[in-house]
């Protein structure tokens, strides 16, 4: 029994903790594979089938746009003088309410006198001539009102009573006190707009409910300058050298904001702008469809190599996960759901719509 204190019982705890720490290296350093996939989220956790096919269907389409937009305030009316000469007197300034037709300052011009012939010269000694002799006429002036050509409230007004004035200068802006939201858009997206009836909402944060935008309108900038791509810059997806410039055309959506919402100059909101809708036509998901303008190519399988095969069609309206095929494929005929290079799961979320 002395024995197996001394000798049998150390061995076999020497043992039992030696697996105990075998056991907690492994999972320090050597993690299951469930345990690598659950710690490592770019680690896959379902394999996709890059040759599954689907049918093309028919089905229904809606399709919007959602932008990103800034409230601003709409442009003002600018009050320019109508006539020449000195401002006498100011009625109205900065900050003060005017409506159409209220008058804001007066000038007042130098009236020339008449020119009158001169008599002949007097004889001497007659103080009947010389008492006749013309007199220089006081000054006398014409006196004009400048009045507002809108409704709102004055700003920027820097001039002064005794101010000389010339027609045409600047003299003050008439604000509406309005706003709009606005959202730049990019050309492909100005492009997914035309010939569209336009129906918009926004987001405010002091309203529930999205609101209508009453007007919505596309509104397009003069020429701007694209920028310069720093010289050597490759495009990582095509590995062509980037553009160093060129001229390209900029719009906004402008949709003014109703006189009772609450907001203020600055503020972020959202526009959704419906694209409209399709019931009945063909659709097939997006992941199948390379190409984004109207024309596109889809895969399907050759049945003699058992490779993908590329197949033309014309794109429609793309919705939520799905495009519209107006030409190039039959209901029912089977493609792959996957366009080659198109990874699985991971294309099928983020994929915008217009």
């Not at 019982?9 to 720490?21: C, T, Y």
């Not at 009236?111 to 008492?131: F, H, K, S, Y």
Request: aromatic share 4%.
């Amino acid at each position: 029994m002395d024995a197996l204190r001394r000798y049998v019982f150390p061995v076999i705890w020497m043992l039992i903790l030696g697996l105990i720490a075998l056991a907690l290296v492994k999972m320090a350093f050597f993690p299951s594979g469930a345990d690598a996939a659950q710690e490592d989220p770019q680690s896959p956790t379902a394999e996709f089938d890059q040759y599954a096919v689907v049918p093309v269907e028919t089905g229904d389409l809606s399709s919007e746009l959602v932008l990103a937009a800034m409230v601003q305030p709409d442009a003002g009316t600018p009050l320019k003088a109508t006539a020449d000469g000195e401002i006498n007197r100011i009625w109205l300034h900065n900050g003060d309410h005017v409506e159409k037709g209220q008058r804001i300052l007066q000038v007042r011009q130098v009236v020339e006198p008449e020119v009158l012939e001169m008599p002949e010269e007097p004889i001497e000694g007659d103080e009947t001539a010389a008492a006749a002799a013309p007199q220089a006429p006081a000054a006398e002036y014409r006196y004009l009102n400048l009045v507002a050509t809108a409704t709102g409230t004055l700003s920027g007004m820097e001039v002064a009573e005794w101010d000389g004035l010339a027609t045409g200068d600047a003299v003050a802006t008439i604000s509406p006190g309005t706003n709009s939201i606005v959202a730049d858009l990019t050309p492909e997206q100005q492009l997914s707009l035309l010939d569209v009836d336009l129906t918009a909402t926004a987001a405010l944060p002091a309203s529930q409910d999205p609101v209508t935008c009453g007007a919505p309108a596309i509104t397009e900038d003069a020429e701007v300058e694209r920028p310069k791509a720093p010289q050597g810059e490759i495009d990582p997806f095509t590995g062509e050298p980037l553009s160093s410039g060129g001229a390209v055309s900029a719009a906004q959506l402008t949709c003014p904001v109703p006189a009772e919402e609450r907001v203020v100059p600055g503020l972020g909101v959202e526009v959704t702008v419906d694209l409209g809708s399709r019931t009945g036509v063909l659709t097939v998901p997006t992941t199948a469809v390379e190409g984004e303008g109207a024309s596109g190519t889809v895969y399907a399988i050759d049945e003699e190599t058992g490779e993908p095969m590329p197949l033309s069609v014309t794109l429609g309206m793309r919705g939520e996960g799905t495009v519209e095929i107006t030409g190039g494929l039959e209901e029912g005929q089977e493609i792959l759901q996957f366009a080659p290079g198109v990874d699985g799961e991971h294309d099928l979320h983020g994929v915008d719509t217009w």
